[in-house]
């Protein structure tokens, strides 16, 4: 069993403090994806967990020991690094097996559990090379064959497919996913990537500047973005946010239009507010995701328009701000032409536009 | 002179004075003394430099025990200096290395010995370990440690170690700034990797810096074995080859040779035998050092 346990985790380096008091408990087997942008700390927090940087208040906790005094070997951890770490001068098989030699295994249990990792990652045929002779996404199955074999309690994941080409890492995000559903690990994965996040993650922890501003599941985090944040960094392409003024009960935009808001919304007359909408809910009419939901009608010239096969992006203006719409079923559509657009009412998002904060 | 107006001449006439002062400074000189190491040239009688003898010099040479001494000599002082300023040197780039405040300073600080010419240090160490007047002796018996002088530099087996002493102290500083600048190249991850990987400071020492290190070693290597190949200027202050020959390596006795008695083809003999072995060391080192980078790259 080993749930990871974060609390009021702070990292300072000397008077310049990146990481604010992080909470955090991840459950046994749990898959939990760290996201955010660069810079924001959740490299840092993984590196603690790992044992590579120290901990400048608050407490970890691996099962029930607390480890912030640990080093890293004693912390039965693997890691996964961005740039993989395979030790250059180690054939595979060596890398491999280097940690378990390193815990004084015998040769057959070596032998054992390196043909075993090898096996479920497919390096069988690789064992004798040398990392230099491998391509980017057989350097990254071995990094994570390293990390299996010796059965951790935690796997550790820091951006590990951020080096790979995009189709390669399209591959690789469904081999781990397949790989923590075969072994059953507690998993905390680094990225900065949301598409990584949402497809990965059992839970999701947005951080910015040093804070966490939302804990997670995907359609948590997507559906119910508890700030214009969160809101602007999950999905793709990401939500249009448009300020606004709450008249009479609606939003009404800069250019005049005024939007129904949502029954549950707590505004008040008068309040500054960012109208939240996602892509998807803003298509030509006979076009939307939702065909039944309740729709505000509003007629909008077409700037660009994207085709992505199965869908179009549809880039327009509203609110004075530019705002993208998807038109699911696509026909083809020319910039300049006037389309019909449906506004799916019941999934607006509404934030106070001072503080970004949700307030449905 | 037409074929100098010729385009395809350019590239002749614009090395020409490259290629000029290449042949007076390096060939001919070269030439020269490969001619004399065949001959019984006697700087004394200048026609002996037209009589040719053949391989008779390196003959003699072969049988010659006092030559084999020096060549012996010469080898375990370049292995022991070598291995002596290895060592050395890698803990103190270890350590330099792990200094966060000053380490610019402490880098220029330790290259000091390197800067001083040789011939000073020899006539420095000579004075420090004079067995009258010297400063090591002194201290000792200040101490109340020694009761009797130690001839340092006279005894048979204390000479030869006051010199590699010297030879350490002086250079240990080349050792220490190309592994210095091989930590400083050191890619952090795959020692983070294996120190998640279970390994405490030691292992990861032996294992992943070590190995990364070792093209630097090589390096090193080659420059210090080329450079203690040719010993001479330390030598010739501290104890000029002596006592009885006791620190006699290949340089000193190939002056001795050459200019004292004057035998300048046995002399320049010895040379091309000594440059052959600088050779074969070298290539030796290379060929580590080829090998020790192969297993380098794709760590990342």
Redesign the interface.
């Given at each position: 069993m080993a749930e990871v346990r974060l609390e009021k985790v702070v990292k300072r380096y000397g008077k310049l403090e990146i990481v604010h008091g992080i909470d955090l408990a991840v459950a046994h087997n749990e898959f939990v994806v760290l996201v955010g942008p660069s810079g924001c700390g959740k490299s840092t927090t993984l590196r603690m967990i790992a044992g590579l940087e120290e901990i400048s208040g608050g407490t970890i906790r691996i099962g029930d020991r607390v480890v912030n005094e640990l080093p890293p070997r004693s912390r039965n951890i693997s890691m996964v690094f961005q740039s993989y770490a395979l030790y250059p001068h180690m054939s595979v098989r060596e890398n491999l097996g280097f940690g378990l030699k390193i815990a004084g295994q015998g040769e057959d249990e070596i032998k054992k559990r390196v043909d075993e990792a090898a096996e479920i990652l497919g390096l069988g045929e690789l064992l004798d090379r040398l990392p230099q002779h491998l391509s980017g996404g057989q350097r990254q199955r071995v990094a994570m064959g390293r990390a299996i074999v010796r059965h951790p309690d935690v796997f550790l994941f820091d951006e590990p497919l951020s080096n790979l080409d995009a189709k390669l890492r399209g591959q690789m995000r469904v081999e781990i996913k397949k790989l923590h559903q075969r072994v059953k690990t507690t998993v905390i994965y680094v990225t900065h990537d949301q598409v990584e996040a949402m497809t990965l993650a059992d839970r999701i922890v947005i951080m910015r500047d040093g804070h966490v501003e939302q804990v997670g599941t995907p359609s948590e985090v997507f559906e119910r973005p508890v700030n214009t944040f969160v809101a602007g960094f999950i999905g793709s392409p990401p939500m249009n946010l448009i300020e606004a003024v709450v008249t009479t009960g609606k939003a009404r935009l800069a250019d005049g239009i005024e939007v129904p808001l949502p029954p549950d919304a707590r505004v008040s007359e008068g309040l500054p507010i960012v109208l939240g909408f996602r892509p998807e809910s803003f298509a030509p009419r006979g076009h939307s995701l939702h065909a039944d939901a309740r729709a505000l009608s509003l007629s909008r010239t077409v700037v660009i328009a994207e085709p992505l096969g199965t869908e179009t992006i549809l880039f327009t203006t509203l609110g004075g701000k530019d705002v993208q719409g998807k038109m699911l079923a696509p026909r083809p559509v020319s910039p300049g032409e006037q389309l019909e657009f449906t506004l799916d009412l019941d999934r607006l998002h509404v934030f106070d536009h001072a503080s970004g904060v949700t307030l449905r | 002179m037409n074929f100098l107006r010729l385009p395809r001449a350019t590239p002749y006439l614009l090395l020409l004075p490259a290629i000029v002062v290449i042949l007076g400074v390096v060939l001919v000189p070269l030439v020269v003394s490969f001619w004399t190491s065949f001959t019984p040239y006697n700087l004394t009688k200048p026609a002996t430099l037209f009589q040719f003898v053949g391989l008779r010099n390196y003959e003699r040479l072969l049988g010659n025990a006092d030559f084999w001494w020096a060549f012996g000599r010469t080898i375990l002082f370049i292995t022991i200096a070598l291995n002596l300023e290895m060592v050395l040197g890698l803990g103190l780039a270890l350590l330099i290395n792990k200094v966060t405040w000053g380490q610019r300073t402490l880098r220029t600080i330790m290259m000091f010995p390197m800067m001083f010419s040789p011939i000073l240090v020899g006539f420095q160490f000579k004075y420090l370990f004079n067995d009258a007047v010297g400063l090591v002796n002194n201290a000792l018996f200040d101490l109340g440690i020694i009761q009797q002088p130690i001839p340092w530099l006279v005894d048979g087996s204390l000479a030869p170690l006051t010199i590699i002493l010297a030879e350490v102290w002086m250079s240990t500083s080349v050792f220490a700034i190309l592994l210095l600048a091989g930590l400083m190249a050191l890619?952090k991850?795959?020692i983070?990797?294996?120190?998640?990987?279970?390994?405490?400071p030691w292992?990861v020492f032996r294992?992943?810096t070590l190995?990364?290190l070792m093209p630097f070693v090589y390096i090193a290597m080659t420059i210090r074995s080329l450079d203690v190949a040719r010993a001479y200027d330390m030598v010739r202050i501290m104890t000029n080859g002596g006592p009885a020959g006791r620190t006699e390596l290949l340089w000193t006795l190939m002056t001795r040779t050459g200019y004292n008695n004057s035998q300048m083809g046995m002399a320049n003999a010895m040379g091309y035998v000594s440059i052959l072995t600088s050779i074969l060391f070298t290539y030796y080192f290379y060929r580590k050092l080829v090998s020790a980078r192969a297993?380098?790259?794709?760590?990342?």
């Open positions: - | 890619p991850e795959p983070e990797a294996a120190k998640v990987d279970g390994c405490n292992q294992h992943i190995p990364f297993f380098m790259g794709g760590a990342q």
